[in-house]
């Protein structure tokens, strides 16, 4: 029987997952063209760049990781390295100014929606500046979870087993009774399941060992048939 079959809350990563980089903000802070083609390419190399630095650096924190992330996104856009640093920082000031991972996915709300109608309860755990409810809003999915823990509002960033125990806390539920579904195996996979809970890898990201995977949110269907 699937692990996920007898599941009763599904908790969700966001960005990456849920949410992700709007590209015309970022081109228009770095001054560059935007073509959402182009864009989405140069995302995915950037976000399989940042993968495999993580392996390297697991201790590594989501403020450390960024400056790899922006400069990995501009050279794939074709931004030339003698203005890449420029360009980045001026991302960097929009960035604070309103956080960039700001759009959602186009499936998100549906996929959501049955999968509350499915009976699931629904909640975030994100790696956060204190920004994701507001971005969750935006993205029009934050009345679909009945609770969001920020990292920033905890103490402890993922794969900390703690920040998924606040969130099945606060459900009343034991982390057993949980799945979590993220985009990084060393982050989202290894954390949800140090704190006992089932865990699923959404998206191309690698992992050393076969995990249950989805490539899109759609495909999460499948795996969550109801309570």
């Known amino acids: 029987m699937s692990p ?8 969700f990563d966001a960005g990456g997952t849920l949410i992700h980089v709007d590209g015309s903000r970022l081109c228009a802070a ?3 063209p935007y073509a959402e083609t182009s864009f989405e390419s140069a995302e995915a190399a950037a976000v399989d760049k940042v993968q495999h630095w993580i392996r390297a650096h697991p201790d590594s924190t989501d ?9 990995e996104i501009l050279a794939g856009l074709g ?22 991972w700001s759009r959602a996915y186009s499936d998100a709300a549906a996929v959501l929606a049955a ?6 309860r629904l909640g975030v755990v994100s790696n956060a500046d204190g920004r994701v409810r507001g971005l969750l809003k935006e993205a029009g999915l934050s009345a679909l979870f009945e609770l969001v823990i920020d990292s920033s509002e905890v103490g402890v960033e993922k794969p900390d087993p703690r920040i998924f ?6 459900l009343g539920l034991a982390p057993a009774s949980c799945a979590y579904v993220g985009d990084i195996y060393e982050i989202d996979v290894v954390g949800a399941r140090s704190a006992g809970l089932e865990a699923l890898l959404i998206g191309p990201g690698v992992a050393p060992e076969d995990v249950p995977r989805a490539r899109a949110l759609p495909d999460l269907l499948a795996f969550f048939p109801g309570v």
Do not use: K, M
């Open 30 to 32: 770095a001054g560059w």
């Open 4 to 11: 996920f079959r007898s599941l009763q809350a599904i908790l």
């Open 63 to 71: 403020a450390e990781r960024l400056p790899l992330f922006l400069d």
């Open 115 to 120: 999968l509350a109608a499915r009976g699931y």
């Open 165 to 170: 125990l606040a969130a099945t806390e606060r």
């Open 79 to 100: 931004v030339p390295r003698q203005r890449r640093a420029e360009a980045a920082r001026a991302v960097v000031l929009e960035h604070r100014r309103s956080n960039l």
